[in-house]
């Protein structure tokens, strides 16, 4: 008798490892030899590795609500809020064609992130 278990694995790996192998086929074994469950363990990794990369990531955490777009600039369109502007504030016609309110339309025309009014309290 041998008094360590993994001695015996190597005796039976160094000289019997034909044997021990039909031995484990014809039994229906895992052989418990070193080598052996050293590579089915790579087998193990191997395939959840691939298991890993063929299956497909979330997207959802990446995933985010666009914020709504402003209806792109037409002449129609700025007419449209123009007169609206004009009879809300109950402002007179010219209003729209005064030379301080034309290069206000300018400044905020070159704005890339819209523009920012004053408030009342700022305008004071």
């Known amino acids: ?30 052989s418990k030899l070193e080598e052996d469950v050293k590579q089915r363990k790579e087998r193990e990794r191997a395939a ?8 497909q990531k979330t997207l959802d955490p990446h995933l985010r609500e666009k914020p709504a777009r402003p209806a792109p600039y037409t002449d129609e369109l700025f007419l449209d809020a123009a007169i609206e502007w004009l009879i809300s504030t109950d402002q007179p016609i010219d209003a ?18 819209g523009v920012t009014l004053p408030t009342r309290a700022q305008t004071r």
């Open 96 to 113: 729209l064609v005064h030379p301080k309110f034309r290069a206000m339309i300018d400044i905020a025309a070159r704005a890339t992130e």
């Open 48 to 55: 959840e590795l691939k298991q890993q990369i063929l299956q």
């Open 1 to 30: 008798l041998v008094a360590d278990v993994s001695t015996h694995r190597r005796h039976y790996a160094k000289f019997h490892k034909p044997a021990y192998h039909d031995w484990c086929k014809k039994n229906n074994f895992e």
